[in-house]
C-alpha cells in the first residue's frame, strides 16, 4: 500500500469516466431490452414496429460492444487504485459521484415499482411492460446494492468482479438474443431490399391504374408510365438494378413480378414500413403483398366501379389529337 496523494485532476476524470460510462450502458442496455420485448410481445395497438438496425437498436448493441469494456476497464482502474491507496476512496470528488449515481438507483426503483404496482391495480399490468419493469428493477437494483456497499465500504474485489461478471453476462445475453430476435445485420439488410421492392411495385401499381383511369386501357408495357412532367421513372430493382417484370394479362389485369431474398413473415411487410402509397386494387396489404423466397409474381385485375376511367378526360384528350 502507498501513501502516495492521489492526483486531482486524475481522480475526477477517472470517477467522471466510470459514471459516464456507466451511465452509458445502462441506459443503452435498457434501450436494447426494450427493443426485444416489443419485438417478441408486439403491442396490437401499434402496428409500426421499424427496422432495428436502422433505429435505437444499432445504436444500443454498439454503445455495449465499445463502451461496457470500457467501463470494466476504468472501474477495475479505480478499484485497484483504492485498494492502494486508501485516500481515494474518501475522495471528495468520488464520494459525490457516489451519491448521486446511489441517489438515481434509489429513486428509479422507487418510480419503477410504483408505476408497476399502479399499472397492476389499474389491469394494464401487460407482459411487455412486466418485462421491461423487471429489466429496469434488476438493472437498478444492481447498481443499488453495488454503491450501497461504497457508501459502508464494504466492497471488496471479490464483490467487483462478481458484480462485473454478473453485468458482463447480462449484456452478452442481451447482444445474442438480439441477434436472435431480429437477425442479423446482413439478413435484415436483404429483408430491406425486399420492402423496397415492395415499395417499388405499388408505385407501379399505382401508376397504372392511374394510366387505366386516364387513358381507358392498361399500359402494354412499363415504358407507357414514364411521365417527364411529374418526374415519375419506373423504378429498378434496388440490389440487382435489373428491371421488375412486368405483363399485361387482359384488358383489366396484368401482372408484377420481382425476385425477393426472403419470404414475407406475414405482417404489414418485414418491419411494417409505410410505404406511404395508396393500395389501389382490393383486398388487405398484409395478403396482396405476401411472397415467398426467389421469383415472386403478383396478378393484379382492376375493377372498374372502384377505379373508374375518367371519360371527360379521355375525351379532352381525344378532341385535342383530332385538332
Not at 25 to 50: E, K
Not at 182 to 199: E, K, L, N
Not at 271 to 280: A, K, N, T
Amino acid at each position: 500500500m502507498t501513501n502516495e496523494r492521489p492526483s486531482l485532476a486524475q481522480d475526477f476524470f477517472l470517477n467522471l469516466g466510470v459514471m459516464a460510462t456507466l451511465y452509458a450502458v445502462v441506459v443503452a442496455f435498457l434501450s436494447l431490452v426494450f427493443s426485444i420485448v416489443n419485438r417478441v410481445f408486439p403491442d396490437a395497438l401499434n402496428g409500426y414496429y421499424g427496422d432495428p438496425y436502422s433505429s435505437g437498436v444499432r445504436f444500443a448493441m454498439a454503445t455495449l460492444i465499445i463502451v461496457f469494456p470500457l467501463f470494466v476497464w476504468l472501474s477495475r482502474s479505480i478499484t485497484k487504485a483504492i485498494l492502494d491507496n486508501a485516500e481515494r476512496r474518501n475522495s471528495v470528488i468520488r464520494r459525490w459521484m457516489v451519491y448521486i449515481t446511489l441517489f438515481l438507483a434509489s429513486a428509479t426503483l422507487v418510480v419503477d415499482l410504483v408505476v408497476a404496482l399502479n399499472s397492476f391495480l389499474s389491469g394494464d399490468l401487460t407482459t411487455r411492460f412486466a418485462l421491461k419493469a423487471l429489466a429496469v428493477l434488476i438493472v437498478a437494483g444492481m447498481i443499488f446494492w453495488h454503491y450501497l456497499g461504497e457508501i459502508r465500504e464494504t466492497n471488496t474485489y471479490k464483490k467487483y468482479v462478481v458484480s462485473v461478471s454478473v453485468a458482463g453476462i447480462l449484456v452478452l445475453a442481451g447482444i445474442i438474443t438480439a441477434f436472435a430476435v431480429f437477425g442479423s445485420p446482413s439478413s435484415v439488410r436483404a429483408i430491406r431490399f425486399d420492402d423496397q421492392r415492395v415499395s417499388h411495385l405499388q408505385q407501379i401499381q399505382w401508376q397504372v391504374v392511374n394510366y387505366y383511369q386516364g387513358k381507358g386501357e392498361v399500359p402494354a408495357n412499363l415504358d407507357y408510365l414514364k411521365d417527364p412532367i411529374s418526374s415519375f421513372m419506373v423504378p429498378v430493382d434496388p440490389q440487382t438494378s435489373t428491371a421488375y417484370a412486368y405483363s399485361k394479362t387482359g384488358p383489366l389485369s396484368f401482372r408484377l413480378c420481382a425476385t425477393f431474398n426472403k419470404a414475407s413473415d406475414g405482417k404489414r411487410n418485414s418491419y411494417g414500413m409505410d410505404y406511404g402509397y395508396p393500395l389501389p386494387v382490393g383486398g388487405h396489404e398484409l395478403e396482396n403483398w405476401k411472397h415467398e423466397a426467389g421469383e415472386h409474381c403478383f396478378d393484379r385485375t382492376i375493377d372498374p366501379d372502384f377505379y373508374p376511367v375518367n371519360d371527360v378526360l379521355i375525351q379532352k384528350r381525344a378532341a385535342s389529337m383530332v385538332r
